[in-house]
């Protein structure tokens, strides 16, 4: 033992003895569970308490008095960011001055970004960068840390309710297999898609629905964004006061095509009503992007990009609103595999598709292609990484792959003048029979109409005419084509044919039957129903996209008629699970009050098709009613899925079947594919 403590000596001689050890820093971790928190904030300079923070006349001071202290309520902005309200639902904002004022509306400098440590908080200006604590005696920049104390009092957080309430039928059956209803075709990134300003509004944004669906001073009355809404969807420019937050009265409705109509509290609500998975197809367009005066990139590839990011900021959105990362409803899945986990946790599960003309660049100029085989590889390699499982290789214009199916009437005058932009030709067609595109004017009135209203042709261009009666697109799948097709089979993506020629289409379907390949699918409505006989015929998946029940007057076919006609083809007994494409955001109509509603509406509050019961959705201070509305907003597929099943008269047990077997059955191709 004296030896020890001799040792002990000399060595605490040779290094002059030991300090004491050094106090551990604070480790400073992201904040991500404050989500609707009602708090007060004592804040600190170091160990000494500076007091609590209470309102004063302009900003905000200290008290050292604790019942004086003023309450603030937590809404995230984004994983580990907030915005804080006070009692009077004003923001904190940090001011160019230095003191921390009250706000009218959320902004940059509104938004914090909060951080913990063993009870104790920071907070800095997302925008500056500036720490909040004491700025000349009142709340300001300085360098402070606060704690929270639970409160009452606070401000409730403008926001949407789904209206869904009860406990929901399981999301899996005994045998393993997914229960619930797909929309196979949706753009719910459609605000950062043609170069972000063609759209008005936005799936989720910081600040939230306030934010989110504000009007557009572009889209109001004589704007631009009116003008153009008006040529693609046949609304008035000179009746568009924009009224979105919180009185909707000029927006949503089934037919305003540029307003946002799939905000995330509405998704909710069909993911609580039963709906299991979201196809989310990527859109993008050069000529549309070229027609508006605000834009980013008009490259497609480059909106694509930006909707992927869009994408994934909206699922960490989801999660920060929801408690923290990972806790979300809103789950993005890569595989078939994570479908299947997403799903079975009774969560939403989130595919990735891409629906553009110009993919990879792979435009066609008076048929010489503007891309290469390495071009396509390498694009290929680009949208796996970013998790994209199927596309469309032809949209809507001739491309370097094949011919495009043609649009009709107004609509298809446009795309044709853009047609004619992408490629330096119009549509060229020939007489055929059998399968068949859609017919065009055969002298041109509908070119005519569209020139009515301002719309110019390129210098030098001669008006097209078409045959009459059934026609064919001219094109067909090419060699860069036919090498695109063989290298998505190779790597299991799924292939969606609509949009393509019949020339196109059927190569591509010609192909996959050589190949044993079920990776193929209809999914909105758009390719002749011979062609949709082969999907069937291959494994693939069908949806029809989403019209209403029964005729709501304007023009279109019904849902119940198009599952009825190819549950009838030949290959129609082989759907086990039927989808639906409900295209939303993507310039096309919803659907419209059925004609019957009054007769025979659906009643508020129901049972929906997972159980669940549903009220009627309210935004704002407007209430939504399908019978009266149609299909103005996401929201209301919940209550469009059970009128139409209501509505199926003796095939509504086979075609409930068939819906909650969707999921199931896009899940068991995309598997197939991937074997």
Same mark, same amino acid.
């Given at each position: 033992m004296a030896r020890k403590l001799l040792a002990g000596v000399l060595v605490l001689g040779l290094v002059g003895g030991l300090s004491a050890p050094a106090e551990a820093a604070a480790t400073w971790t992201p904040a991500n569970d404050l989500e609707g928190s009602c708090v007060t904030l004592q804040v600190f300079n170091g160990t000494a308490s500076l007091g609590y923070v209470f309102k004063d006349s302009v900003g905000y001071g200290f008290t050292g008095t604790a019942t004086k202290a003023e309450p603030f309520r937590f809404e995230a902005t984004q994983l580990g960011r907030y915005q804080l309200r006070d009692h009077t639902g004003a923001p904190p904002y940090q001011s160019t001055v230095g003191w921390v004022w009250a706000g009218d509306k959320y902004g940059d400098r509104a938004d914090w970004t909060?951080?913990?440590? *063993?009870?104790?908080?920071?907070?800095?200006?997302?925008?500056?960068?500036?720490?909040?604590? %004491?700025?000349?005696?009142?709340?300001?920049?300085?360098?402070? #840390?606060?704690?929270?104390? /639970?409160?009452?009092?606070?401000?409730?957080?403008?926001?949407? #309710?789904? &209206?869904?309430?009860? #406990? /929901?039928?399981? =999301?899996?059956? %005994?045998?393993?297999?997914?229960?619930?209803?797909?929309? =196979?075709?949706?753009?719910?990134?459609?605000?950062?898609?043609?170069?972000?300003?063609?759209?008005?509004?936005?799936?989720?944004?910081?600040?939230?629905?306030?934010? =989110?669906? =504000? &009007?557009?001073?572009?889209h109001a009355t004589l704007g631009w964004g009116a003008l153009l809404e008006a040529i693609i969807a046949g609304t008035d420019p000179i009746n568009s006061s924009e009224q979105g937050w919180p009185s909707f009265t000029d927006w949503p409705q089934n037919d305003t095509m540029l307003h946002e109509a799939s905000y995330f509290r509405s998704l909710e609500r069909a993911w609580q009503s039963g709906q299991r998975v979201l196809n989310v197809l990527l859109v993008a367009n050069r000529v549309i992007c070229g027609l508006t005066l605000e834009h980013t990139s008009c490259d497609e590839m480059d909106q694509i990009r930006a909707q992927s990011t869009y994408l994934r900021k909206m699922q960490d959105y989801i999660d920060a609103r929801s408690g923290g990362p990972g806790k979300g409803w809103f789950r993005l899945a890569t595989t078939p595999a994570e479908v299947r986990a997403i799903a079975a946790q009774g969560k939403l599960a989130v595919t990735i598709g891409v629906e553009n003309s110009e993919i990879f660049g792979c435009r066609e100029v008076n048929d010489v292609p503007q891309c290469t085989t390495a071009q396509i590889d390498a694009g290929l390699n680009e949208l796996q990484a970013m998790g994209v499982s199927g596309f469309y290789p032809v949209h809507k214009f001739d491309n370097a792959f094949g011919g495009t199916r043609f649009? *009709?009437?107004?609509?298809?005058?446009?795309?044709?003048?853009?047609?004619?932009?992408? #490629?330096?030709?119009?549509?060229?067609?020939?007489?055929?029979?059998?399968?068949?595109?859609?017919?065009?004017?055969?002298? %041109?009135?509908?070119?005519?109409?569209?020139?009515?209203? &301002?719309?110019?042709?390129?210098? &030098?261009a001669i008006l097209p005419v078409y045959p009459s009666g059934k026609i064919c697109n001219v094109r067909g799948l090419t060699a860069l084509g036919k090498y695109l097709v063989q290298k998505m089979m190779d790597r299991g993506m799924v292939i969606h044919i609509d949009h393509m020629s019949v020339k196109t289409a059927t190569a591509v379907l010609d192909l996959a039957e050589q190949a044993g390949y079920a990776g193929v699918t209809s999914v909105h409505t758009w390719a002749d129903r011979t062609l949709v006989n082969r999907v069937l015929g291959l494994g693939g998946f069908v949806a029809s996209y989403a019209f209403a029940a029964t005729d709501d007057g304007t023009g279109t076919p019904t849902f119940l008629d198009e599952w009825r006609a190819n549950k009838a083809l030949a290959n129609g007994t082989k759907i086990t699970g039927y989808g639906v494409g409900s295209d939303v955001n993507g310039l096309g109509p919803q659907a419209a009050p059925r004609l019957t509603a009054g007769a025979s509406p659906l009643t508020y509050p129901f049972t929906a098709t997972n159980g669940t019961k549903v009220a009627k959705q309210v935004w704002g201070t407007r209430t939504f009613d399908l019978n009266t509305d149609g299909v103005a907003q996401y929201g209301l597929y919940a209550d469009w899925i059970t009128d139409l099943t209501n509505q199926a008269g003796s095939d509504k047990a086979l075609l409930t079947k068939q819906l909650m077997s969707g999921a199931e059955a896009y899940v068991t191709m995309w598997e197939k594919a991937r074997s």
């Open positions: 909060v951080s913990s440590s *063993e009870g104790k908080y920071k907070l800095v200006s997302t925008a500056t960068g500036q720490q909040m604590g %004491s700025y000349l005696g009142g709340l300001g920049a300085g360098s402070g #840390t606060v704690a929270f104390a /639970p409160a009452t009092g606070c401000a409730a957080i403008p926001d949407i #309710t789904t &209206g869904v309430s009860g #406990t /929901p039928n399981p =999301a899996v059956d %005994s045998s393993g297999k997914l229960v619930g209803w797909i929309d =196979a075709h949706a753009h719910i990134t459609a605000a950062e898609a043609f170069g972000g300003s063609l759209h008005c509004g936005d799936a989720y944004a910081a600040g939230g629905a306030p934010v =989110a669906l =504000a &009007g557009c001073a572009s649009d *009709e009437g107004v609509t298809g005058a446009a795309v044709n003048v853009g047609n004619l932009i992408s #490629t330096g030709h119009w549509w060229q067609a020939t007489s055929c029979t059998g399968p068949s595109d859609n017919e065009q004017p055969i002298v %041109s009135d509908d070119l005519a109409k569209l020139l009515a209203l &301002g719309v110019d042709l390129p210098a &030098g």
